[in-house]
C-alpha cells in the first residue's frame, strides 16, 4: 500500500505543536538544566586583540583563586585534544585549523584563549579576571579590500594569502550578451553582517564514564552527529564511546549547526579530569564567538533586450569570511553560495562570475538562515528593478516575462543548480493577487500626490531545498549530508517509537514526523513518541540544516513506516486467517475492510512478542524497521514577496504597512508550523533589512556586543502577514514536499530594499536600511 493509498488525515491538517506543552509550562530539558553531581564550570578568558602573538600567560592569580579547579591553556590541552580540519575537494581552498584554544595567535576578539574550570561560573568567571595575558598586536586589515590588497598583513601566513577561495562560474558567451544588450544595470550591493541571536546561548556539558570510558555530551546543538563523529576524531575515540545529545534547544538559525571550540574544550576535560564539565555561554560570548553571517559585496550587471529578455549576468563578489575555516561546512558554504544562487529564479543564457572568500579578524561566518541566497536574492532583485526603471516596464512584467516558465522545467542554471519543478510564474502571479498590486499603484499615485513616501517592493527568489547526496551543501566538503535515517518499532504493547537523526531546535519537527509517520502507519499521534536529538538513535546522521528535515528524515520516516505497516497487515492476515489485501489500518487498528473484525496495534503486538504460537515460528518477524531516503538531487523551493513601506520625511523611520508572501513549498504536512516558518522568517528578513548589522571598527574590535547596540526586530516592527500556499508538487519526491524554514528570510531584505528605493527613487545598495543611512542617501542626492 502507497503513503497515498493509505488516506491521510494527519499530513495536511494544522494540528497544534506536540512539543508545545513541556515547552510553555517549564517542562523543556535544555543543556544547561541539566546539574550532575560534581560538575565543574568553566569559563573562556577570550582574547582582547584582533590579531596578536601570545607572549606569555600568567595564570598564578586565577590558579589560586578560590573554588578553582585548575586553568589550562592551549599547551595544556594539545596531548589532550587534536584540532579539527573542515576540508574541502574544491580548488583554490585554503583550509584552517579550529583549536579548542589559540595557540601562539589570536585571530579575532572573542576567541577563546584560556579555560578556566571552577565550582561554580560565577568563580570561574572571577578567577578569569586575575589571568594576565600578554600580546604582542600583529597587523590588522579588517575589510576584505584592505585584505586583499598588496602587502596586506596574513591572517594566516602558512596560506601565503588572505584569499582562502576562489571559486568561478561560466555559461554562454558572456561578452556577446553584454554586446548585445540594448540596456545594462549595475551596482554594488552590500548585505551587512549578522549574527543568529538565539534565545538560547550556546552551551554544552560533558560527562566521562570511567567504567565504559564513554564521553556524553549535552549540547545546544543542531548537528549531534557531526559533533559526535568530530569528538571521536579530535578525542581518538571511537564512535561507539562518543554520543551526543540535543535535548530541547532554543532556536539556532544556523549559530549551533557548526563544532565550535568550546565543545572541543569541554570534552577533552571532562576526559581529563574525570568529572562533569559545563560551559554555558552568555550573550556577549554569543554576539562575539558564534558564527556570523552574510558580509559579501557583490558587484553585478546585468544585460537586458529592448523587450526586457534577460541576455546575460556577471558579478565579482568578495566575501569576508572573517578568521578562517567553521567546522564541517569550510569558509565556502556563505559566499560561494551567493554566487550559486545569483541567478534566481530567471531565465538567463549568458552567465559569468566570480567569488572569493577573505579572511579577516573578525568571528568566522558560519550557517545562518538562508545562506548566501538572501545576499544574492538582494543584488538579483535590485537589479531587475533598475533594469525595469530604465526600460520603463512595471517590476512585476519584467519579472513576468524572465522568470522560468513550468514548460522549461526541469531548468539548470548559469551556476549548474537544477530546478526540477516550481511555482515561480504562479507565486508572482498569486503574491500581486493577494495584495491586489494594481491597486496598490494606484494608492502610490495618490500617496505621491500628497507628498508621502510611499513604496512597493517586489522580490521573486528559489532555492535548493532537501538537498541529497549529489551535492554536498558546502561546496566539496567530504561529508554527506544528502542522507537521513529512521527507525520505527512498535513494541510489545503496541506503542510505536521513531528515531530520526535529526535535532530539532524550535521548528516543530517532532509533530510534523509524527504526522507523517502516523499516515504511513496508520496509527494515533498519541501512539507515537518521536526520538530525535540524539547521536545514538541511528547509525549514521548530521542533523538539522539547509531546510532537508521535512524533505529528508520525512521521507526516511514514511519509508520505514511504510515497511512496519506492512508487517503488521502480514501478521494481522496471519491472525485473521485473511489476506493481507482485504486489510486497511487506521487509529492503531487493523479492520477487515466490509466487516466488523479488526485487532488493535496492541492486541497484534502481543501476538508477535509474548503470546507463544500465535504466529508460526517461520513467518514471525519483528514490527521494526530501519530505512534511508537520498533524494539525490534536492527539490526547488520558491516564493514571491510583496512589501508596501512609508517613510516618515522628518525622522526617515522606514513602516511596513503590508507585507504579503506567496510561496510554494509543495505539500503542506502542517499548516500552523508552515505559516509560523514563513512569518518567523520574513521577520528575520525585517531585521536584515532595517536593524541588525553587526559592526567593526578599523581595528578590528567588535562595536555591537550587546542587545543596546545590536537591534533585533520587535512585534512593533513586524506587520501582520498574508501568506498564500500554492502546494505544487515537485517530481521524483517520496512526499511531494519541500523545504520552507528559510524561505522568509531569502525574500524579505530585497522586497523591503525595492519598496524604500521605489517610494524614495534612491540608490539602495546597502542593507540594513537604517535612518541615518538614509538620511545620508537622501542628502547625498544619488538616484536610482
Known amino acids: 500500500m502507497t503513503f497515498a493509498e493509505a488516506r491521510p488525515r494527519f499530513v495536511g491538517a494544522p494540528i497544534r505543536r506536540l512539543e ?10 535544555f543543556t544547561d538544566d541539566h546539574a550532575p553531581p560534581r560538575c565543574a564550570h568553566v569559563a573562556f578568558r577570550r582574547a582582547d586583540h584582533p590579531h596578536a602573538r601570545i607572549v606569555a600567560v600568567d595564570t598564578e592569580g586565577a590558579a589560586r583563586a578560590p573554588g578553582v579547579i585548575g586553568v589550562f591553556t592551549a599547551a595544556d590541552l594539545a596531548p589532550l585534544v587534536r584540532p579539527l580540519r573542515a576540508t574541502s575537494r574544491m580548488k583554490e581552498y585554503h583550509a584552517t585549523e579550529i583549536l579548542a584554544l589559540a595557540s601562539d595567535i589570536v585571530r579575532y576578539v572573542g576567541q577563546p584563549v584560556v579555560a578556566v574550570l571552577a565550582d561554580s561560573r560565577y568563580m570561574a568567571e572571577d578567577a578569569a579576571e586575575l589571568l594576565d595575558i600578554a600580546y604582542e598586536p600583529l597587523p590588522v586589515a579588517t575589510s576584505p579590500a584592505e585584505a586583499v590588497a598588496p602587502g596586506a598583513a596574513l591572517l594566516h601566513p602558512e596560506a601565503g594569502t588572505n584569499v582562502l577561495l576562489t571559486r568561478a562560474f561560466t555559461r554562454g558567451d558572456i561578452d ?6 540594448s540596456v545594462t544595470v549595475s551596482g554594488t550591493f552590500r548585505l551587512g553582517r549578522k549574527t543568529p541571536a538565539a534565545l ?8 566521562w564514564d570511567h567504567a565504559r570510558r564513554a564521553l556524553t555530551i549535552h549540547a545546544a546543538t543542531g548537528i549531534p552527529g557531526v559533533l559526535r563523529d568530530a569528538l ?3 578525542l581518538d575515540l571511537p564512535g561507539t564511546r562518543v554520543r551526543v545529545i540535543a535535548g530541547d534547544v532554543g532556536g539556532s538559525f544556523g549559530g549551533k549547526g557548526s563544532v565550535y571550540p568550546e565543545e572541543l574544550a569541554v570534552a577533552a576535560l571532562a576526559r581529563k579530569l574525570g568529572r562533569p564539565v559545563k560551559w554555558t555561554g552568555d550573550r556577549m560570548e554569543d554576539l562575539t564567538a558564534t558564527s556570523q553571517a552574510f558580509d559579501e559585496i557583490v558587484t553585478a550587471e546585468l544585460a537586458l533586450a529592448a523587450d526586457g529578455t534577460m541576455l546575460g549576468l556577471r558579478a565579482d563578489v568578495l566575501g569576508d569570511i572573517g578568521a578562517g575555516s567553521i567546522y564541517p561546512w569550510t569558509a565556502a558554504l556563505e559566499p560561494v553560495q551567493v554566487v550559486s544562487f545569483l541567478p534566481g529564479p530567471y531565465r538567463i543564457a549568458a552567465y559569468a562570475a566570480r567569488v572569493r572568500g577573505v579572511a579577516t579578524p573578525k568571528s568566522p561566518t558560519g550557517p545562518y538562515r538562508g545562506v548566501g541566497r538572501p545576499a544574492a536574492t538582494f543584488a538579483m532583485e535590485r537589479l531587475v528593478d533598475l533594469a525595469a526603471a530604465r526600460l520603463g516596464l512595471d517590476p512585476a512584467e519584467l519579472r513576468r516575462r524572465n522568470l522560468v516558465t513550468a514548460e522549461e522545467f526541469p531548468y539548470r542554471t548559469g551556476s549548474g543548480l537544477i530546478w526540477d519543478r516550481a511555482g515561480f510564474q504562479e507565486s508572482l502571479a498569486a503574491a500581486c493577487d493577494a495584495g491586489n498590486y494594481a491597486a496598490l ?7 505621491r500626490g500628497a507628498g508621502r513616501w510611499f513604496g512597493i517592493g517586489l522580490a521573486t527568489y528559489a532555492e535548493l531545498t532537501g538537498i541529497g547526496s549529489r551535492i554536498a551543501v558546502a561546496p566539496g566538503m567530504p561529508i554527506n549530508t544528502g542522507t537521513e535515517t529512521s527507525s520505527i518499532r512498535i513494541d510489545a504493547t503496541g506503542a510505536v517509537t521513531a528515531a530520526f537523526g535529526i535535532a530539532a531546535h524550535g521548528q516543530g519537527l517532532e509533530t510534523a514526523l509524527a504526522q507523517v509517520v502516523a499516515d504511513a502507519l496508520g496509527c494515533r499521534i498519541e501512539d507515537i513518541a518521536i526520538l530525535q536529538g540524539d547521536s545514538a538513535l541511528v547509525p549514521s546522521s548530521t542533523g538539522t540544516y539547509a531546510s532537508r528535515s521535512a524533505v529528508i528524515a520525512g521521507g526516511a520516516g514514511a519509508l ?4 512496519v505497516r506492512r508487517k503488521l497487515l502480514r501478521a494481522a492476515a496471519l491472525l485473521l486467517e485473511v489476506a493481507e489485501a482485504d486489510l486497511d489500518a487506521t487509529d492503531g487498528i487493523v479492520r477487515v475492510v466490509g466487516t466488523d473484525r479488526s485487532l488493535t496495534f496492541r492486541e497484534i503486538a502481543r501476538a508477535v512478542y509474548s503470546e507463544m504460537g500465535r504466529i508460526p515460528r517461520d513467518r514471525r518477524e519483528d514490527l521494526a524497521a530501519s530505512e534511508t531516503y537520498d533524494p539525490y538531487l534536492g527539490t526547488a523551493a520558491c516564493a514571491t514577496h510583496l512589501a508596501v513601506v512609508e517613510v516618515d520625511p522628518e525622522t526617515y523611520h522606514i513602516t511596513i ?7 510554494d513549498c509543495g505539500r503542506i504536512i502542517n499548516p500552523l508550523i508552515v505559516d509560523g516558518q514563513v512569518q518567523g522568517g520574513v521577520a528575520q ?3 536584515a533589512a532595517l536593524l541588525e548589522d553587526v559592526v567593526y571598527d578599523g581595528a578590528g574590535q567588535i562595536l555591537t556586543a550587546s542587545f543596546v547596540d545590536y537591534l533585533l526586530p520587535t512585534a512593533a516592527e513586524i506587520p501582520p502577514i498574508g501568506i498564500t500556499h500554492l502546494e505544487l508538487p515537485p517530481p521524483d519526491n517520496l512526499l511531494g514536499v519541500r523545504g520552507m524554514g528559510e524561505g522568509g528570510t531569502i525574500g524579505a531584505p530585497a522586497a523591503i530594499a525595492n519598496a524604500v528605493a521605489d517610494a524614495l527613487g534612491l540608490a539602495i545598495t546597502d542593507l540594513p536600511i537604517t535612518p541615518d543611512r538614509l538620511f545620508r542617501l537622501l542628502a547625498s542626492g544619488e538616484t536610482a
Request: proline share 2%.
Open 657 to 663: 504597512r503590508a507585507y504579503y508572501v506567496a510561496e
Open 200 to 207: 538560547e546561548n550556546r552551551a554544552c556539558l560533558a560527562e
Open 685 to 687: 528578513g525585517i531585521g
Open 232 to 234: 571521536a576524531e579530535c
Open 176 to 181: 556577446a550578451a553584454f554586446a548585445a544588450a
Open 560 to 563: 520505514a513506516a511504510r515497511e
Open 441 to 447: 499603484r494606484e494608492e502610490q499615485a495618490i500617496a
Open 20 to 29: 508545545d506543552p513541556r515547552l510553555l509550562t517549564g517542562h523543556g530539558s
